[in-house]
């Protein structure tokens, strides 16, 4: 039993430390140029005059790398503009949006909006509770820490598999094609030329996949890691009496009387979001105790609480200032995108047309799977943002009605502005507006193919 008691101990003392809360998705921003690999050398000197040029070198490199396939496709589109082969226009047309978009999100990151991404980072990074106040039971970062990682390594690996599929086409084949269909001024079948040329098309497909996985990819860890302070500062809520007491001093007798109260209001199951709720021994709580009176122990709870909340909103007001105008842009490009990407699959029936068919099937379920979890998980953000108020009727409020009668209606009159994140401050972001996207998406796939049936 001791031995489990100290091991569950170090464990609780390890998920509650704060650590670096974005490692994997920043080195994710910086393989697509969109955040600088100068971050991790600090100080000055020649090492980091090098890193900055080697920085800007590869930023340089990326754009030169998007910008020219971008502008190729556009002149094939041009050139075959009325030629009558709608598959390959609408192809070449997918691949224009997509590498238009890669650009403006590495200039986006990078160049106009760094200072607000920055302050974001450094905000929750900094600022952000690993563990709930002291009470009853606590929760901490861990779970919400753990999820993000797992989502986003996922998202990550499958925006690479999705995108880099199609480089195995040409190899598939064996036709001496390219894993990218664009026109070209000169022979790129020339010895030398070709693996060139191939080399760059397959850069160009690593910065597609690294820069959507980035630009959502942040997205979901953020609402994660949000969702994760809502569960602590829930736990802390209904904990605020408990935590009132512990600094009163109060003895065994006051503590178990308070939370045979407290257990007989918090019998519901799935409070949280991603934590697991763990108890506090009631000998732990009796040596945190000091000797305050009731009304200046509430207050110090209390306040703390607010401060919290006060955090989390301001963190998802910067992240509503940073991702807005981009998801304004980004629902009508996913709708575009679903819509000619399936109007492709359906058109693919050549006898070379299976790997091209699963390539259009992975780049169709990337696309659905992006706008899934921008929608839902800012869906998750504005349920928790609603249940602030719930948590704090846990706590056993009757037993000093008088004392936090005010300031428990001051808190839930400011806790029920809940929080929405929203695409250009038009459309709120949430399952619904997925939903309403995928129908609008194939409303159009409809028109196309009446339109490709009268040529």
Known sequence: MAGWSTTKEERIKDDSKRRDLFVFVRQTMCVAAMYPFGYYVKGSGVLVDLVRVCDLAYELFNYFVSVHIA????????????????DFFVNCLIQTIIYLWTIAMKLYFRRFRTGLLNAILSNINDEYEPRSAVGFSFVTMAGSYRMSKLLIKTYVYCCYIGTIFWLALPIAYRDGSLPLACWYPFDFTQPGVY????LLQAMGQIQVAASFASSSGLHMVLCVLISGQYDLLFCSLKNVLASSYVLMGANMAELNQLQGEQSAADAEPGQYAYSVEEETPLLELLKVGSSMDFSSAFRLSFVRCIQHHRYI?????KIERFYS???FVKIGEVTFLMCLVAFVSTKSTTANSFMRMVSLGQYLLLVLYELFIICYFADIVFQ?????GEALWRSPWQRHLKEVRSDYMFFMLNSRRQFQLTAGKISNLNVDRFRGTITTAFSFLTLLQKMDSRE
């Open 384 to 388: 928790n943002s609603q249940r602030c």
């Open 195 to 198: 693996e060139v040329v191939f």
């Open 313 to 317: 909103v301001a963190a998802l007001k």
């Open 71 to 86: 502008g190729l496709y556009i002149c094939t589109i041009y050139i075959n503009y009325g030629q009558g082969d709608l």
């Open 325 to 327: 105008p981009i998801w």
